[in-house]
């Protein structure tokens, strides 16, 4: 600490700050942490957004909860992951209340379909109709079922997530219902008891509640009603905003609603033309699909493809004009229909949106050729998130790894937000070192591949395994492992072999082993130690040039696209690789980039600057020597 920093006197932040991090196991003095906590304050105090990059190790959950906290705000965390969340629900929040000396409330608010419908258990089996859904299901599904409503009777929560065994999707389909299907509360007899409900009116008694991305994203698009009125929002992992917002706001139809749909219908319905009707929709729609998958589509959409969302526009016309008719006094009937009735109309909402496809939408088919979706997203989140976000409340957005243009992108005004970066608490010049590869042939070369496999049979030699290679595409992978497992004298894993959590289980707990895997691991891989010394990285991580969506953002912005799209992306993704090397104030290692690209290309400081400020070498003869150091 310098002399400017002693002289300074504690804010109520910074002495927060220190009161509940002294109550930490290994409490440590973190500036960046620190730093980022002031920021936080003013951000709420002068109604400013603050985009603030934090890196691994900076405790940032702690930096925004605790001045969010003692400001009295009324706040809505955001995670992209179900990790984070369980993290600020078991741990952090916990903690606070303990330590921190105010007194607030906190909630976990889920999308509905997470809780167990207490409508549903009371329908299926207690009733003529009821038995009889029971009935065509599976035995051993209806083992499950039994099971549920017994678990059900004990919890607080009806979380899914409280479970310590897991349901089938088909048991847990018949006990739960989506925002699609509910009527509501004031419509339905279990309305008062409902888990949703009940996790809601916690939500609206809450100082602090945590909510995954994709649930603010429909609060969004809904303009509001699904999360409480709120002063501060968090975004955390915040680099996935835009996507899970254009996710959101967008339509997205698939084949199998249809058959979910037809489920639905046929729970009042008795007629087995309509419900199969509906259920027919379901494989023209993947029949009109399969051979567009991956593609852009034109406006308006394809003859085929919109003749099926016609077609099955008027069935399920059909469909509200035969649910209307039913008039029954039976309450779960009525409950039938009216999940049937609400679940049918959004999806009326959805074909109508997708067959008129607004102007400044895109639309394009994503999935496989047996699982195709029709989506169709805004070229541009950001004036919906200025509308109904921006200028409600103030936004805090962070994450150890932020694109360059994520405020611009998302809607923020350059002369309402803070952008700051607080780094990280770890010492990457002393212990870490980046190796660029800039001897390689250019990787769209054919020689490139087999450049790489000779670069990993050295550098895997000189780390002694201890190897995450990180690669763009699954045929790269498979083509590492299959040169490499000749070549080394090393176990090689590959993410194909087991289960992501199983998968890096058996990489840590054994220190030779390496690992090889594609970008769905550049980000979730936390293993300290030696075990990890070498994280190496084929290409740099640009986004596909024929992604329908980004193609079509690249032309509404012209020449300035790749700057605005293509660098932030590929920088996030690799500062993101870069990030799982070092994990722990102890851990040391390299990062080793095969794509020339980094040391040569004109844009190559763009992405350098966005990566840990490790000591830099392009010979590998240092980096061989460094690795072999630290066996």
Same mark, same amino acid.
């Given at each position: 600490?310098?002399?400017?920093?002693?002289?300074?006197?504690?804010?109520?932040?910074?002495?927060? *700050?220190?009161?509940?991090?002294?109550?930490?196991?290994?409490?440590?003095?973190?500036?960046?942490?620190?730093? @980022?906590?002031?920021?936080?304050?003013?951000?709420?105090?002068?109604?400013?957004? *603050?985009?603030?990059? /934090?890196?691994?190790?900076?405790?940032?959950?702690?930096?925004?909860?605790? #001045?969010?906290?003692?400001?009295?705000?009324?706040?809505?965390?955001?995670? /992209?992951?179900?990790?984070?969340?369980?993290?600020?629900?078991?741990?952090?929040? #916990?903690?606070?209340?303990?330590?921190?000396?105010?007194?607030?409330?906190?909630?976990? *608010?889920?999308?509905?379909?997470?809780?167990?419908?207490?409508?549903?258990?009371?329908?299926?089996?207690?009733?003529?109709?009821?038995?009889?859904?029971?009935?065509?299901?599976?035995?051993?599904?209806?083992?499950?079922?039994?099971?549920?409503?017994?678990?059900?009777?004990?919890?607080?929560?009806?979380?899914?997530?409280?479970?310590?065994?897991?349901?089938?999707?088909?048991?847990?389909?018949?006990?739960?219902?989506?925002?699609?299907?509910? #009527?509501?509360?004031?419509?339905?007899? &279990?309305?008062?008891?409902?888990?949703?409900?009940?996790?809601?009116?916690?939500?609206?008694?809450?100082?602090?509640?945590?909510?995954?991305?994709?649930?603010?994203?429909?609060?969004?698009?809904?303009?509001?009603?699904?999360?409480?009125?709120?002063?501060?929002?968090?975004?955390?992992?915040?680099?996935?905003?835009?996507?899970?917002?254009?996710?959101?706001?967008?339509?997205?139809?698939?084949?199998?609603?249809?058959?979910?749909?037809?489920?639905?219908?046929?729970?009042?319905?008795?007629?087995?033309?309509?419900?199969?009707?509906?259920?027919?929709?379901?494989?023209?729609?993947?029949?009109?699909?399969?051979?567009?998958?991956?593609?852009?589509?034109?406006?308006?959409?394809?003859?085929?493809?919109?003749?099926?969302?016609?077609?099955?526009?008027?069935?399920?016309?059909?469909?509200?004009?035969?649910?209307?008719?039913?008039?029954?006094?039976?309450?779960?009937?009525?409950?039938?229909?009216?999940?049937?009735?609400?679940?049918?109309?959004?999806?009326?909402? &959805?074909?109508?949106?997708?067959?008129?496809?607004?102007?400044?939408?895109?639309?394009?088919? =994503?999935?496989?050729?047996?699982?195709?979706?029709?989506?169709?997203?805004?070229?541009?989140?950001?004036?919906?998130?200025?509308?109904?976000?921006?200028?409600?409340?103030?936004?805090?957005?962070?994450?150890?790894?932020?694109?360059?243009?994520?405020?611009?992108?998302?809607?923020?005004?350059?002369? %309402?937000?803070?952008?700051?970066?607080?780094?990280?608490?770890?010492?990457?010049?002393? +212990?870490? @070192?980046?190796?660029?590869?800039?001897?390689?042939? +250019?990787? +769209?070369?054919?020689?490139?591949?087999? /450049?790489?496999?000779?670069?990993?049979?050295?550098?895997?030699?000189?780390?002694?395994?201890?190897?995450?290679?990180?690669?763009?595409?699954?045929? =790269?992978?498979?083509?590492?492992?299959?040169?490499?497992?000749?070549?080394?004298?090393?176990?090689?894993?590959?993410?194909? %072999?087991?289960?992501?959590?199983?998968?890096?289980?058996?990489?840590? %707990?054994?220190?030779? $082993?390496?690992?090889?895997?594609?970008?769905?691991?550049?980000?979730?891989? %936390?293993?300290?130690?030696?075990?990890?010394?070498?994280?190496?990285?084929?290409?740099?991580?640009?986004?596909?040039?024929?992604? #329908?969506?980004?193609?079509?953002?690249?032309?509404?912005?012209?020449?300035?696209?790749?700057?605005?799209?293509?660098?932030?992306?590929?920088?996030?993704?690799?500062?993101?690789?870069?990030?799982?090397?070092?994990? =722990? $104030?102890?851990?040391?290692?390299?990062?080793?980039? @095969?794509?020339?690209?980094?040391?040569?290309?004109?844009?190559?400081?763009?992405?350098?600057?966005?990566?840990?400020?490790?000591?830099?070498?392009?010979?590998?003869?240092?980096?061989?020597?460094?690795?072999?150091?630290?066996?």
């Amino acid at each position: 600490m310098d002399a400017s920093t002693a002289d300074t006197p504690p804010t109520a932040t910074s002495t927060a *700050l220190a009161k509940v991090t002294s109550a930490l196991a290994n409490a440590e003095n973190r500036d960046g942490q620190r730093e @980022m906590a002031e920021l936080v304050t003013q951000a709420i105090e002068s109604q400013r957004h *603050l985009v603030v990059q /934090a890196g691994t190790g900076t405790g940032k959950t702690l930096a925004y909860l605790i #001045p969010a906290i003692i400001s009295g705000s009324s706040i809505v965390v955001a995670t /992209a992951t179900k990790a984070l969340q369980d993290q600020l629900a078991t741990k952090d929040l #916990p903690f606070l209340s303990e330590h921190l000396g105010v007194s607030f409330d906190w909630a976990i *608010l889920k999308g509905r379909s997470n809780y167990v419908c207490l409508q549903r258990l009371h329908e299926v089996g207690s009733s003529e109709q009821g038995q009889l859904e029971l009935d065509t299901l599976a035995v051993a599904t209806q083992a499950e079922i039994k099971k549920l409503r017994a678990w059900a009777d004990t919890s607080e929560t009806g979380d899914a997530a409280e479970l310590d065994w897991t349901p089938s999707d088909s048991s847990w389909r018949a006990v739960s219902v989506g925002s699609d299907e509910c #009527p509501g509360a004031d419509r339905c007899p &279990q309305g008062d008891p409902c888990f949703a409900q009940r996790a809601r009116r916690r939500a609206d008694e809450a100082n602090v509640v945590v909510v995954n991305t994709y649930l603010y994203g429909l609060n969004v698009a809904s303009e509001g009603v699904i999360l409480p009125e709120h002063d501060v929002v968090v975004f955390d992992e915040a680099q996935v905003l835009e996507d899970i917002m254009s996710d959101t706001v967008g339509v997205e139809i698939s084949p199998g609603r249809f058959a979910t749909l037809s489920g639905v219908v046929g729970r009042i319905i008795d007629d087995p033309q309509l419900v199969g009707s509906i259920a027919e929709i379901s494989q023209g729609l993947r029949d009109a699909l399969e051979d567009h998958v991956g593609d852009r589509l034109p406006t308006p959409l394809p003859e085929r493809i919109q003749e099926v969302l016609v077609d099955a526009r008027l069935r399920l016309g059909k469909a509200i004009d035969t649910l209307l008719a039913i008039d029954t006094k039976v309450e779960d009937a009525v409950q039938r229909k009216l999940r049937a009735q609400k679940m049918t109309g959004r999806a009326i909402e &959805q074909l109508d949106a997708a067959v008129q496809c607004r102007e400044g939408y895109v639309a394009f088919v =994503s999935g496989s050729r047996d699982s195709p979706r029709l989506e169709i997203a805004p070229l541009d989140v950001g004036p919906t998130m200025a509308a109904r976000v921006w200028e409600k409340r103030t936004g805090v957005l962070t994450s150890a790894t932020i694109p360059s243009s994520l405020a611009t992108r998302v809607g923020i005004s350059e002369t %309402d937000v803070e952008i700051a970066d607080v780094g990280s608490p770890f010492d990457y010049e002393s +212990n870490s @070192m980046l190796y660029c590869a800039m001897h390689m042939p +250019n990787p +769209n070369s054919d020689a490139f591949r087999p /450049a790489v496999h000779d670069e990993l049979e050295a550098l895997i030699g000189a780390a002694g395994g201890r190897t995450l290679a990180l690669f763009t595409s699954w045929r =790269s992978m498979d083509d590492a492992a299959e040169a490499l497992r000749d070549r080394v004298d090393f176990p090689i894993l590959t993410q194909r %072999d087991f289960p992501k959590p199983a998968l890096i289980k058996k990489f840590a %707990d054994s220190e030779e $082993t390496c690992l090889f895997a594609t970008a769905g691991l550049f980000q979730g891989v %936390d293993v300290p130690g030696p075990t990890l010394s070498l994280v190496v990285i084929d290409r740099i991580p640009f986004p596909r040039p024929d992604d #329908p969506l980004l193609s079509a953002r690249r032309e509404s912005l012209g020449p300035d696209a790749f700057g605005q799209i293509d660098i932030p992306r590929a920088s996030m993704m690799l500062a993101q690789a870069c990030g799982r090397l070092i994990r =722990s $104030t102890t851990d040391r290692g390299a990062v080793a980039v @095969m794509d020339p690209r980094l040391g040569k290309a004109k844009y190559r400081w763009e992405i350098v600057k966005a990566l840990p400020p490790m000591k830099r070498t392009r010979h590998r003869s240092e980096v061989e020597e460094f690795l072999q150091q630290l066996r």
